[in-house]
C-alpha cells in the first residue's frame, strides 16, 4: 500500500464523510456553546473579583486559581464519572459544555479584569462624577474600549476552548475525533483520522489569522 | 459677583485623608456658601487636589465630615445623589474616547436624569453652543484640540445642572495659546450661581474671579482670605513665599 491509499484514501473519505460532518457539527456546537457561556460567566466572575465584597472576591479568586491549574481532561472525567455518585448525571454533551464552560470562564475572568484595569482612573473618575451608576459606567464607558483591548486574547482563549472539545471524545461524545476514530477503525484505514485534523484546521485556522490581524491593528493603534 | 446667601452648601469639619501613613489632609476645616466662588492656591502636593476630591467622594477619607447640600458624603445611597448635584472638571480632560462629543455631554442626563437621547442630544448641542464648540458636537474627543477638549469637559459636567462645580487645575494640561479660551468659559459661568471650588495656579484669573482664596500647605489650610487682600497683603508668610515664588518666575 502506497502513502496516498493509506492516508488520503480518497475512497474511505467520502464513505465517512457524513460521518465526520455530523461530528463537526457537534463540536462545533459544544465549543459555540462553551465559548459563549464562558464569555458571560467570565464577565461575572471578573465583576465580582473587582467590584464584589470581600467574600465575593476571595471566591473568585479561589475559583480562578483552581480552575486555571487543573487539567481540562481531569475536570470533564470528574463531571463525567464522578458526579453521578452525587446523583448529578450529565449527558456527555451537558458534561462537557459544563467543564468546558467552568475553566473557560476562569480564564476569560483573567482576561476582562486586565483589560478593565488598563482603562486609565480618569475614565472611572469622570462616569462616577457625573454619577453614573456601577452597571452605567461598565456598560457605556468602560467595557467599549476594554473591548478593544481583550478580543484578541478572549479569540485566543476561544481557539483553545474549541481545541478541547476533543478531549469530550474521552466521555464517549461523538464528536469529531470520536467520529473519526470510530470511522478509522470500522475502516481499517487512517483516512478519516486526516479527514478530522483538516476539518479541524479549516475550523480554527480561520480564527487564529484573525486574532494575528486583531493583534496587529492594536498594536498599530497603540502606538499611534 | 454673585449673590453669596449665608447658607453654606459645603461644610467640611475635621476632615483627614491618609494615604497609608502620610496625612494629605490634616483635619481640614472650610465652609463654603451658595454660589461662592472659592480658589484654592498652594504648591504642588499640599492637598488641593485630594480636599476638592473629597467633596465628590473620588477620595474617602478617614476622619472628620463632609456636609454637601444638606447630605452627608460618604458610601452608598446619599453617594450618587451627592455626585448628581456636584459636577467636575479634571486637569487630564478625561472625556470619553469612545463616545462622541454630544455623547459625552448627553450621557448623565440620559443615565442619570432619565432623559431620552433625543432631548438630552438636544440639550447637550445648546450647551456645546454656550461653551463655544457647537460644530463639533459629532466628532470624537480625541480630533478635537485640547482647549476644546476641556471645553467639552465642561459642557459634560453642566449637562447634570450641578449645584456645585469642582475644578482641579482645568488649564494646566492645556498649551498656552488655549488657556484663555479655556478660562473665558470657566469666567461665564461666575454669574451663573453656580458654587465653584477651582484649583489654578493662573494667578491673575484666580484674583479676577474669587469670592474667597484658600491657600493650603503640607495638607492644611494656612490662611483663608479676599482675594486683594492675599495678593497684596497675605498674612501667613508661608503665603507670601508662595506667592513671591509663583509671581516672580
Ligand atoms: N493615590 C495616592 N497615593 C499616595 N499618595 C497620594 C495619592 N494621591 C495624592 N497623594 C499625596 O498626597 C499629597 C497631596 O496630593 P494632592 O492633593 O494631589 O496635592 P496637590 O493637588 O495640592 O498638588 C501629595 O503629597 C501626594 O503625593
Ligand atoms: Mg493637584
Known amino acids: 500500500m502506497d502513502i496516498v ?19 463537526l457539527w457537534r463540536t462545533i456546537a459544544l465549543g459555540f456553546l ?7 460567566g467570565g464577565l461575572v466572575l471578573a465583576m465580582g473579583r473587582l467590584y464584589g465584597a470581600a ?18 481532561l481531569v475536570w470533564l472525567v470528574i463531571v463525567y464519572y464522578a458526579l453521578p455518585f452525587l446523583g448529578i448525571r450529565l449527558s456527555p454533551f451537558a ?17 476582562y479584569r486586565a483589560g478593565i484595569e488598563a482603562i486609565p482612573r480618569g475614565q472611572f473618575e469622570a462616569g462616577q462624577s457625573i454619577g453614573l451608576s456601577t452597571f452605567d459606567l461598565m456598560r457605556d464607558v468602560i467595557l467599549p474600549q476594554a473591548i478593544r483591548i481583550v478580543v484578541p486574547p478572549l479569540t485566543n482563549n476561544s481557539i483553545n476552548v474549541m481545541k478541547d472539545t476533543a478531549l469530550a471524545s474521552v466521555v464517549a461524545m461523538p464528536d469529531l475525533l470520536k467520529q473519526a476514530t470510530q470511522a478509522q477503525a470500522l475502516a481499517a484505514n487512517p483516512t478519516p483520522l486526516i479527514g478530522a485534523a483538516i476539518l ?12 494575528a490581524v486583531f493583534e496587529k491593528r492594536l498594536g498599530r493603534s497603540a502606538r499611534r | 459677583m454673585a449673590k453669596i446667601e449665608d447658607k453654606p452648601i459645603i461644610q467640611m469639619r475635621g476632615v483627614t485623608k491618609r494615604f497609608g501613613k502620610f496625612e494629605a489632609l490634616k483635619s481640614v476645616d472650610l465652609e463654603v456658601a451658595t454660589g461662592e466662588v472659592v480658589v484654592l492656591l498652594g504648591p504642588s502636593g ?30 452608598g445611597r446619599a453617594l450618587r445623589q451627592v455626585r448628581e448635584e456636584v459636577g467636575m472638571v479634571f486637569q487630564a480632560f478625561n472625556l470619553f474616547p469612545n463616545l462622541t462629543v454630544l455623547d459625552n455631554v448627553a450621557l448623565g442626563p440620559v443615565r442619570v436624569r432619565k432623559m431620552s437621547w433625543d432631548a438630552a442630544r438636544k440639550r447637550a448641542r445648546t450647551l456645546l453652543e454656550r461653551v463655544g464648540i457647537g460644530e463639533q458636537a459629532d466628532k470624537y474627543p480625541i ?54 471650588l477651582l484649583v489654578t495656579h493662573e494667578m491673575g484669573f484666580a484674583r479676577k474671579i474669587a469670592d474667597r482664596i484658600v491657600f493650603m500647605e503640607a495638607g492644611e489650610i494656612k490662611e483663608i482670605a479676599d482675594p486683594d487682600i492675599f495678593f497684596t497683603n497675605p498674612s501667613s508668610e508661608r503665603a507670601r513665599a508662595f506667592l513671591d515664588a509663583v509671581l516672580n518666575h
Open chain 1, 5 to 23: 491509499s493509506t492516508f488520503f484514501n480518497i475512497d474511505v473519505l467520502v464513505r465517512y464523510m457524513p460521518l465526520l460532518l455530523e461530528g
Open chain 1, 55 to 72: 467574600p465575593i472576591r476571595f471566591l473568585v479568586i479561589g475559583y480562578v486559581d483552581v480552575f486555571r491549574a487543573i487539567p481540562v
Open chain 2, 143 to 196: 480630533q478635537l484640540s485640547g482647549g476644546q477638549q476641556q471645553r467639552v469637559g465642561i459642557a459634560r459636567a453642566l449637562a447634570m445642572e450641578p449645584h456645585i462645580l469642582l475644578f482641579d487645575e482645568p488649564t494646566s494640561a492645556l498649551d498656552p495659546e488655549m488657556v484663555g479660551e479655556v478660562l473665558d468659559v470657566i469666567r461665564g459661568l461666575v454669574d451663573g450661581g453656580t458654587t465653584m
Open chain 1, 95 to 111: 458534561s462537557a459544555a459544563t467543564a468546558l464552560t467552568m475553566i473557560s470562564s476562569a480564564y476569560t475572568a483573567e482576561i
Open chain 1, 34 to 40: 462553551s465559548i459563549v457561556l464562558g464569555l458571560i
Open chain 1, 200 to 211: 479541524y484546521l479549516i475550523l480554527l485556522l480561520p480564527l487564529v489569522r484573525l486574532v
Open chain 2, 46 to 75: 499640599s492637598g488641593k487636589s485630594t480636599l476638592i476630591r473629597c467633596i465628590n467622594l473620588l477620595e474617602t477619607y478617614e476622619d472628620g465630615e463632609i456636609i454637601v447640600d444638606g447630605i452627608r458624603v460618604e458610601e
